[in-house]
């Protein structure tokens, strides 16, 4: 199979010297990578700057992704080449209106806030748009919420892969991962009513392989 992974997280520019970006590692997204490339996929991986690789290189296209068009305007040119697509990738919900050379005053938080009011924008849902690119895909949704409360943690997940007719959804709430000192996740099939509950990053890698590879037939 040909697997397209988003990995890692965007980096908006606010301006010309500052970001907004988030707290993924890509490492989840990296042990992805390297559980199918294991069993022979071949893996074009999309990651933000800074993320974690995988350790196969073999069969495996890096491509470094800056911000939510680049990674929108990458998928549209790539999708219809791959079979499945794990979006794992944490896509700001923001960019900014930002002109090259544009540097913020650092001399009043009232000219920062006025600036940012000024200049914000939301960012396309780019999960929103991957089937309507490629019908035929398979679709892995990633959910993170951080309440503590699993009931609202499934909702969303169930959500997520109604309004973007995804195939597998995986679910994890920050709180459940620091309780357990483990990156708890939950898997959600649309074709299977059975929660997997994984324990860690490898069971949810080695699960979602699993999974995709009962329901793919090439």
């Known amino acids: ?16 010297v500052r970001i907004l970006t988030n707290i993924s590692s890509g490492k989840l997204g990296a042990i992805i990578a390297d559980t199918f490339l294991k069993e022979g996929h071949s893996v074009m991986y999309l990651h933000g700057k800074n993320s974690k690789m995988p350790t196969k290189k073999t ?9 939510a068009n680049h990674l929108l305007s990458t998928l549209k040119m790539t999708l219809k080449y791959v079979d499945v697509v794990i979006h794992s990738m944490a ?3 923001f960019s900014f209106k930002t002109e090259e050379h544009v540097k913020i005053k650092s001399n009043g938080v009232e000219g920062f806030i006025e600036y940012i009011k000024n200049n914000i924008k939301m960012n396309p849902k780019v999960i929103s748009h991957i089937k309507k690119i490629n019908p035929k895909v398979f679709l892995v949704g990633f959910k993170f919420e951080s309440t503590g409360d699993l ?8 959500k997520l892969m109604l309004e ?3 195939d597998l959804v995986l679910a994890n ?27 860690n990053k490898k069971e949810i890698a080695n699960n979602i392989l699993k999974l995709i590879e009962k329901e793919i037939v090439l």
């Open 1 to 16: 199979m040909k697997i397209l992974i988003t990995s890692g997280g965007t980096s908006e520019y606010i301006d010309d």
């Open 59 to 67: 069969d495996m296209t890096p491509i470094e992704i800056d911000n």
């Open 173 to 199: 709430d920050k709180q459940d991962i620091i309780k357990n000192k483990s990156h708890i996740g939950y898997l959600i099939s649309k074709t299977n009513p059975e929660i997997i509950k994984c324990k």
């Open 91 to 93: 896509v700001s919900d």
């Open 151 to 158: 009931n609202k943690l499934m909702d969303s997940a169930n």
């Open 164 to 166: 973007n007719d995804c």
